[in-house]
Each structure stands twice: as structure tokens, then as C-alpha cells.
């Protein structure tokens, strides 16, 4: 068979002539020469030495990007695939220590002179069956056999795990797991967390003889690949879906807070308003723009939130959602969530330890969604002030020190710690510490205090979607926040924020960071001021939300509309001391004006912090009052809580 394959060598050279390196492209190879790129994905043990030998290269060859016909699922794969080259995508979960590996052996009779290799056997956990007789054909039947140690054949191994990506999975499938065995330079490639596609071959590997042992599957590598987050937001976003993108901003361009509602109004439009609510998911899943100074020191882009509020009032619904929202994402609850779970751990797979990924390092370049966040014990959460801040996990467990990444956004929500007092501080009223609350960029509260105006629309709107279920249509419809425009599918949303995530840097404008730095020296200088709120983490959780404002809008530069968002999005977490009085995140609705309600919010954090300069359009009358009356005005009820 090898010899018959010879004839393949010539257009093999002129394949690494014009595409030279370790990696082989599996699909370039097949259209090049179609003939041996066929023959190597039916029988990939026979090509790989002939495909070896023309490389010219003395290091490994690596097979990566296969034919999508040939891409299986974990859970599609069965014993009878055990034949031929495939690629399986999934994310790396465990880790394995590296070892040595001794798959050559030589053995020399001493009566004959006769060598011969011994090979280990994959199936059988690496073991080699030493010889007891001279394998010479012949009368040779001598025991004296000794081993020739020169001659021995190393190479590094470690065993890792592959699990099926959670998004990808349907409500009530088990993510299913395989473990993956690599060798030489794939060896330490790949860390907990990450998206790859392996290629190689299926084993039947064998355990010890032992009752009741079955066989596993095993995945032999060949090469593997890396999936990047530039490569995900390609794969959603198409060139047709970014053309489309443009004409809708230049639709709106003379009112781009329309077209920024529009875009709001589908985020979990099966809940009433929550204008505030809404825009804020939105801003935490889009983030700011990461920084590293020439020093080294790296500032997070991403952003956290956390949503407190009373039963009912929709948290469950907004994290679910959310979850949907990016490509990658890991959903889960605090009481399930231990220091194990959330971050990661150490077990013990026969006789040897290796590191198990947890909900934070799976979630790496995506949203871990928390619920019932508070129900996380004391010593639990003290494990993740690091990967919320710094974005790596530091691990020593069980002899294995290293540091993971997680690069995540977190969006965590919980109930309050009996009933909310308006007057307390949040660390109260939740019984979560105070320097876990302060690397949260946005913290809401949802009071579901009693309002007969509010409670009338939020009753007609669910009645009518009960009713439109039921008869095909509803008569009632939400004028505000629908506009009688379609809203955007999940899809859409998704491909929006992997968009703007990917195409825009925006950078602050002076007078955005004129205004950034008086609020925040504002905050400093307040007598009611929170200390676990009001530190640096403040200003930084400004500027991303500014940003992520003007990703929002598809901009390049952080303007002063942004910036004053940014203000708003983080009074409206205030209720003592807020500027605009207290008003209800819960009760806030779609304006019918956007641009009007963003010339009132503007006046009025405009002329607290002595920049009325910035206005686009200066009050006419009493400076910030008329929003202020209007928001006391449209919720009497609530002062009163």
C-alpha cells in the first residue's frame, strides 16, 4: 500500500512548495490532489508517513480544517465511526498533566542477531506486550532476548477532555464528553476553556480486565485548531447582515435614539417597558474597549451587572435571555455554583489529577449568567473577585499551579435580603460584601411597588398575548416600544453585538471625559457617598459604559450623548441622593420623544455638574426641573417607599 502511494509524492512536494509550514489545510489538500487527499481520509494511519516524507520537515505535521461533511458531534459519534479522519468541535474542559510517552521499543535476540520494534498500544492504555520468543521465522526459538536502549522512541503526551458547547445544545440534552489524546507538539496547545475542532481518529480504547469494564472511545489527534472569537463573529456576521446593519443607521441617522429603541425594544420584548433595564443589558453584553498600558498592566473591557430585585419582576426572564444573546455563554445558579463550579477543580481520573474547568473559565470571551447570586457562599465568592477584575484564575489544587483565563462578561441577579430598604446600603440589603459589589459596572434595583396606572397596562399587555396566542392575533399593541415596527429576531440581535463588538473602538472625546471625570469627582466629594462604590473602579465602569453606548450607535468616538448615558445608567442604581430624584427602574417606560427625554436627562446632569455648555440644547426655564417634575409626577407612589 505505501508503495502504491509513492506515485502521489511528486504533487505532494509542489502542495508544500506553494503552501509550506507544519499545518496541513485538509480542504486545500483534497482540491489540490484529490486523489491522495481522499485515500488520506479513509485511511489517514497508511498516508500520514508518505504525507510525512514529502513535507521535508523533521517536526510533526498537523491536519487541520476538514470538509464539513466530515465535522461530528461528541454525541454523534459511535463505535462503528472508528474508521477514517473526522474533526469534532466542542470546548475543552479538562486538562491532564504532561507526560512521557515510550511508543518505540527494540528488542535483539542474542542467538540469531534478529532486532524488531514493539509498539505500544493505544487501546490498551499504551501497553507493550514484550516478547518471550525470538520472532525470526525458522528454527529460532531462543528466550535470550535483551533490549536495545539506545533505540527507544519518546515522545510528550497528555489526555484532555472535549464536551459538546452548551449553546449549541437543545433544553433537556446532556452535553456529552470525549477524551482526546495528544501527542508531541500538540501537547499543552490548547487550555481549559477553549472552542477547538480536533482532527484525528477514533480508538476502542480497552480498560484492565476488570467485571463489568466496558470499552471507550478514545479520539486520537492528528491536529487541532484553535476557534478564535474573530472567527465566531465572522461565522454570524455575513456580509449581507452588515450591509444591512448600515441601512438601517442610515435610516436613522437624523434620530439615532429611534433607531437605538428599536434595537432595545427587542431585548425580551415578551416583558412590559423596563426601558432602563433593557439598555443596560444591552451596554453589559456590547463592553468598553480592553487597554494595556506600556508597562503591561491590562484594564477589563467587559463589563458585569447585577439585577436585584423582588419576585416577579422579570429577573429570571432578562438573565435567560441574555444567555441568548452571545455565541458563547454558560447559564447557572448560585446555589450550584460552589468555588469548584464557578471557577474550577481538581480530580482525580485514574491515579492521576488534572484540572476541570468551571463555569467562569467556560464561559471565557462570552456571558456567564448567575442567577440567585447571593445564595454563593462567603468563602465561594471570595474565589471570583480575581476573574472578575483581572480576568484570570490563579489555581493551585492538588500539585497543579497555573492561571486560567476567564474573559467573561458576568450578569448576575438575586433577590433581596428580606424587604428592600431604599435607605440601606446595597451590601445590606442583599448580604453580598461590598468589594464584590464594586466590580459591578451596573447595579439595578426592581421594587415592585404599587402603581394602578402601571399595573392596568402591564395586565392588558400579558392578557393580550395570552389572547394572541390562543387566536393567531392581539388587539392591543404596545405603541411604544413597537412603534408598529417589527422588532429584530434573537439571531439578528446576536449578529448586531458580534458586529459592533468586533468593528468598533471607539475613543473618548474631551468633552466626554470632561464630563466622566466631573461626575466622578462628584461622587467623591458627596457626603452620602458609598465608599465600596465611589472608588477608581467607578470612573473605569464609566468609561466602559460610554463606550459601549457608542458601540451601540456604531460609532468611533465616545460623544458627550454617551457620556451623559453613561451618568444616567449609574444614578438610576442611586435612590438616596440620585439627581433625578428617585425613579423607578422598574416603572420606567419607552418615551414617545426619545430625542425630547434625551434634551431633559441631558439639562438636568448638565447643570449638576456645571457644564451647561455641553448641551446640545439649553433649557429654557428651570434648569433640569421639567424632568424631575415629570418623573415625581409620574410615580407619586413611589417617594413614599
Known amino acids: 500500500m505505501e508503495n502504491g502511494l509513492s506515485q502521489y509524492k511528486n504533487a505532494l512536494v509542489a502542495f508544500f512548495e506553494l503552501f509550506p509550514g507544519p499545518e496541513v489545510d485538509v480542504q486545500t489538500l483534497i482540491s489540490r490532489c484529490p486523489q491522495f487527499g481522499t485515500l488520506l481520509v479513509q485511511n489517514p494511519t497508511l498516508c500520514l508517513p508518505v504525507l510525512q516524507s514529502a513535507s521535508g520537515l523533521k517536526e510533526q505535521l498537523q491536519l487541520v480544517r476538514v470538509p464539513p461533511c466530515l465535522k461530528k458531534r461528541v454525541s454523534a459519534l459511535r463505535s462503528k ?14 486538562i491532564g498533566l504532561t507526560r512521557m510517552l515510550e511508543k518505540v521499543r527494540q528488542y535483539e535476540c542474542m542467538k540469531c542477531n534478529t532486532t524488531w520494534e514493539v509498539h505500544s498500544k493505544p487501546e490498551e492504555q499504551n501497553k507493550m506486550t514484550i516478547p518471550k520468543t525470538c520472532v525470526a521465522r525458522g528454527q529460532c526459538k531462543s528466550t535470550q532476548i535483551q533490549e536495545l536502549k539506545s533505540n527507544k522512541v519518546c515522545c510528550d503526551y497528555q489526555l484532555i477532555k472535549l464536551q459538546e458547547q452548551v449553546s449549541k445544545l437543545g433544553v433537556g440534552s446532556i452535553p456529552r464528553s470525549i477524551m482526546v489524546i495528544l501527542e508531541g507538539p500538540l501537547v499543552d496547545s490548547v487550555k481549559a476553556g477553549d472552542d477547538v475542532v480536533v482532527v484525528g481518529t477514533l480508538l476502542k480504547c480497552w480498560k484492565p480486565c ?3 469494564v466496558r470499552c471507550d472511545l478514545v479520539r486520537e489527534t492528528i491536529g487541532i485548531l484553535v476557534k478564535s472569537a474573530t472567527g465566531t463573529t465572522r461565522a454570524i456576521v455575513t456580509d449581507d447582515i452588515q450591509r444591512e446593519f448600515e441601512q438601517f443607521w442610515q435610516t436613522h441617522r437624523e434620530n439615532p435614539l429611534t433607531g437605538r ?3 432595545l425594544a427587542s431585548i425580551c420584548p415578551q416583558v412590559y417597558g423596563m426601558f432602563i433595564v433593557k ?6 453584553v456590547i463592553g468598553g474597549c480592553s487597554h494595556a498600558d506600556d508597562t503591561g498592566m491590562k484594564t477589563r473591557g467587559d463589563s458585569h451587572m447585577l439585577l436585584i430585585g423582588d419576585p416577579g419582576t422579570g429577573k429570571s426572564q432578562f438573565l435567560r435571555f441574555t444567555a441568548e444573546l452571545s455565541p458563547r455563554s454558560v447559564l447557572t445558579t448560585g446555589i450550584g455554583t460552589t468555588s469548584a463550579g464557578l471557577t474550577c477543580t481538581a480530580v482525580k481520573d485514574g491515579g492521576e489529577w488534572m484540572l476541570e474547568a468551571g463555569a467562569l473559565v467556560l464561559a471565557d470571551r462570552g456571558v456567564c449568567c448567575i442567577d440567585e447570586f447571593s445564595s454563593i457562599t462567603t468563602h465561594d465568592r471570595a474565589s471570583i473577585h480575581e476573574a472578575m477584575e483581572q480576568q484570570t484564575l490563579s489555581v493551585a489544587k492538588a500539585g497543579l499551579v497555573c492561571q486560567l483565563n476567564t474573559r467573561t462578561t ?3 441577579v438575586t433577590n433581596p435580603k428580606g424587604r428592600y430598604d431604599p435607605n440601606a446600603d446595597i451590601s445590606v440589603n442583599t448580604a453580598i460584601a461590598s468589594p464584590l459589589l464594586s466590580r459591578f459596572d451596573i447595579i439595578l434595583v426592581l421594587l415592585d411597588t404599587v402603581q394602578r396606572d402601571w399595573d392596568n397596562r402591564v395586565s392588558s399587555f400579558i392578557l393580550d398575548q395570552a389572547s394572541a396566542s390562543s387566536v ?7 405603541e411604544v416600544e413597537q412603534d408598529r415596527t417589527p422588532l429584530w429576531s434573537v439571531a439578528k440581535l446576536q449578529a448586531y453585538i458580534c458586529y459592533v463588538k468586533d468593528s468598533f473602538k471607539p475613543s473618548l472625546s474631551r468633552q466626554a471625559m470632561t464630563i466622566l471625570q466631573r461626575y466622578y469627582q462628584m461622587q467623591r466629594s458627596s457626603d452620602m457617598r458609598n465608599a465600596a462604590r465611589t472608588t477608581i473602579r467607578l470612573l473605569e465602569s464609566l468609561t466602559r459604559i460610554s463606550q459601549a453606548h457608542a458601540k451601540l450607535l456604531c460609532r468611533n468616538e465616545v460623544t458627550v450623548q454617551d457620556a451623559i448615558m453613561a451618568v444616567y445608567v449609574t444614578e438610576t442604581s442611586r435612590s438616596a441622593d440620585s439627581m433625578f430624584g428617585y425613579e423607578s427602574v422598574l416603572h420606567k417606560n419607552f418615551a414617545s420623544d426619545p430625542e425630547d427625554e434625551y434634551i431633559q436627562i441631558e439639562n438636568c446632569i448638565l447643570s449638576h455638574l456645571s457644564l451647561l455648555e455641553y448641551a446640545s440644547k439649553p433649557p429654557q426655564d428651570d434648569v433640569g426641573g421639567d424632568y424631575y417634575d415629570d418623573a415625581v409626577e409620574e410615580e407619586p407612589q413611589q417617594t413614599q417607599v
Do not use: H, P, S, Y
Not at 81 to 94: D, H, K, P, Q, W
Not at 279 to 284: E, R, S
Open 279 to 284: 439598555l443596560a443589558v444591552a451596554l453589559t
Open 81 to 94: 465511526e472508528a474508521v477514517g479522519l473526522m474533526g469534532v468541535e466542542g470546548t475543552v474542559v479538562r
Open 210 to 212: 476488570i467485571k463489568d
Open 410 to 412: 458576568v450578569f448576575a
Open 472 to 478: 393567531g392575533k392581539g388587539n392591543l399593541k404596545e
Open 261 to 263: 429603541n428599536q434595537i
